[in-house]
């Protein structure tokens, strides 16, 4: 039961709440007749509505309070769901044959838009998972990400324009071009760490970003180039409806290969090595790891993740140009990590699909989709700071000693 001083913080924060927002929810002015018409029942329900907002927040935030409070002292040792889900066989594998069944059939069954919209996500799914690495991971707040993802789409657009190489001998080139400009970055950003960090990528991908806009007899300045040609296949002509469909596929490979790849890194020993650089730098350098090595493998092998979905997203759109590869960018990528769940495969993958297509199925919503999409952000964040799949610490257990002791007895 909510105690009389709950009631009266929420009736005070209602009350602020009507005064704030009475010149723009109450006071009507028409220009055109001079009256000026009041619009009470608008204050009724943002005052109505702010309470008992007030009142919900409130009672989640006790109850993750409380819950937080009896996870510290050790009353709650449960696993997650996804944990369970894993653990369970029975479950496990129905669904994922299900998920497969519906991954396939996706493009047959919904519409041209809803199939290209899908692609955008798994674009960025492939693109978060490679900064997954350098943030997730290896601890490395990167936010010029954006600027290995352009050098991907301008690897494909201007060796297809002047040399007319194809899509698929682009492809290792633009991973291989992300790959040399992330050994580029790591070099000047060895000694720094934290905000410094932050600042040195953020300028790094503004760098790249002028480059192209400025220097148009290299990148056609802020006009971009057209023109791209989308994927081939063996030759053949195909639609447009048809070479949706056909990148779709492509996208699915795309995005289970990295998945493959990056799961097989985070549990090799370069993986083990980033996650000790990302919870102690000092005390990973002093066990004896190559601190220098592992943050150039992280930089690199993270931005090349970023090249292969630039040519992808070239390949798409047909078209780019400077304001494709804007600090929004850079920022929406980390939003897929963060959100989803830093250091998690499937987290990552979770946090793309609900970033990229819940904008766009808030269309509905018309101006305030932008604001409950943020609104949505802001509650995730308070509620579940882990992300919606956290990452799962593994644990193992070493029992040879008590084998020996067994056979000595």
Known sequence: MFSFSEIKKSLLISLWFMFLTFPIMV???NTIYKTIEWRWDRMIMVGVGSFFLSFLWRFFIGKKETGKKKTDTGEVQQLTWIQRLTENKKIYLPSLVAISVFVVLFPFVFSMYQTNIMTTALIYVVVGLGLNIVVGLAGLLDLGYVAFYAVGAYTYALLNQHFGLGFWTVLPLGAAMGFMFGVILGFPVLRLRGDYLAIVTLGFGEIIRLILENWNAFSSGPSGIANIPRPGLFGL????????????????????FTIFIVGRLQDSRLGRAWIALREDEVACQAMGIDKTRTKLSAFALGATWAGMGGVMFAAKTTFINPASFTIWESIIILCVVVIGGMGSVLGVICGAMVLILLPEYLRAFSEYRMLLFGAILVIMMVFRPEGIISNVRKTYKFEGLKDNNKDNS
């Open 237 to 256: 002509h195909l639609s447009l409806h048809q070479n949706i469909i056909y990148m779709y596929f492509i996208m699915i490979g795309l995005a289970i």
């Open 27 to 29: 006071i009507r002015v």
